[in-house]
């Protein structure tokens, strides 16, 4: 028996089923991946199947619980949880959701877990969603990126390819490298968020990744209200930009470099202008 996951009911028969990853943390910018993945779950109805231990994989002085406290009785403690739902998206498709907090220890192991589920679910691919700060401005669509493993390497070919990186990953990354060690087909997905608004939430982000994979799936979402979210924060980017001229400066400059086709453009300073922009953002 694992010591790492707890089947909330048996593990079911599936019918094709692909499995989404969305993990809270490293290389998810403006938390685009984990809403998209939130938007998923609640328009499908996900039900949950398992949850991992917490205790065994979650660093709480990292990580910590939040209390709800009422005219002065502490009412309940909420733990942060990592899922894994279940949801039937199409007629003869279903789909796995595992969301949660990034793993703060113990890699290995939890990719084990995972592959493990993966071959008792019979799971066709793998899916992972997240998202990193680039120089594109927010006038402009968000574009997806993609990096599949070896055996995923053809999977969602919409996305833009990553042409090339080396650096630090997070957990979803080297899931995918993990996966290929055993044959299961898997890509990362990653919304490019605008490096001067990468710390506010993002559904225009969310929107993408959330359109991308149904379009992979082959099902229909209705993605009015997370579009309606992204409309809003547009508007409010608009005010605040139009209140600097730096930052529409910089605007209009990302604008002119990617309409000239320079698509990886270096991120440009401005540390001091992003934090301001996103101090305007949480006041509203």
């Known amino acids: 028996m694992s010591e790492l996951i707890k089947w909330a009911v048996e593990p079911p028969a599936l019918h094709r089923p692909v499995l989404l990853v969305a993990l809270d943390g490293f290389v998810d910018a403006g938390g685009a991946g984990a809403t998209a993945a939130m938007f998923l779950r609640h328009r499908w109805r996900s039900e949950l199947l398992a949850t991992f231990d917490r205790d065994a994989l979650l660093d709480y002085r990292a990580r910590r619980p939040t209390a709800v406290v009422d005219s002065g009785e502490l009412r309940r403690v909420e733990w942060p949880e990592l899922e894994l739902l279940r949801a039937r998206v199409g007629a003869r498709q279903d789909a796995l959701l ?11 192991a939890f990719f084990e877990e995972v592959a493990d589920v993966c071959r008792r679910l019979d799971v066709e691919r793998v899916v992972a969603l ?7 401005p927010h006038t402009r669509p968000i574009r997806v990126t993609r990096a599949g493993n070896a055996p995923g390497r ?4 919409e996305a833009s390819d990553v042409t090339g990186y080396t650096g630090p990953v997070g957990a979803s990354a080297a899931l995918l490298g993990a ?8 890509v990362g997905l990653w919304a490019e968020i605008p490096h001067y608004i990468a710390g506010s939430p993002n559904p225009a982000g969310a929107v993408a990744l959330a359109r991308l994979v149904t379009d ?6 209705d993605t009015t209200e ?9 508007d409010q980017v608009d005010e605040a930009v139009a209140e600097h001229a730096e930052a529409r400066q910089m ?12 698509h990886d453009a ?15 953002l949480r006041s509203q």
């Open 98 to 108: 595992l969301v949660g907090p990034e793993p703060d220890m113990r890699w290995q």
């Open 130 to 136: 997240g998202a990193y700060p680039a120089a594109r």
């Open 154 to 157: 053809d999977l969602v070919p």
């Open 179 to 186: 996966l290929a060690e055993r044959e299961v087909a898997a």
């Open 216 to 221: 992979a799936l082959g099902v229909r979402v």
């Open 226 to 234: 997370l579009e309606a979210a992204a409309r809003l924060f547009r």
């Open 251 to 262: 605007v209009e400059s990302l604008e002119r470099q990617l309409d000239s086709g320079a």
């Open 266 to 280: 270096q991120l440009p300073t401005g540390d001091d202008l992003a934090a301001e922009i996103e101090r305007f």
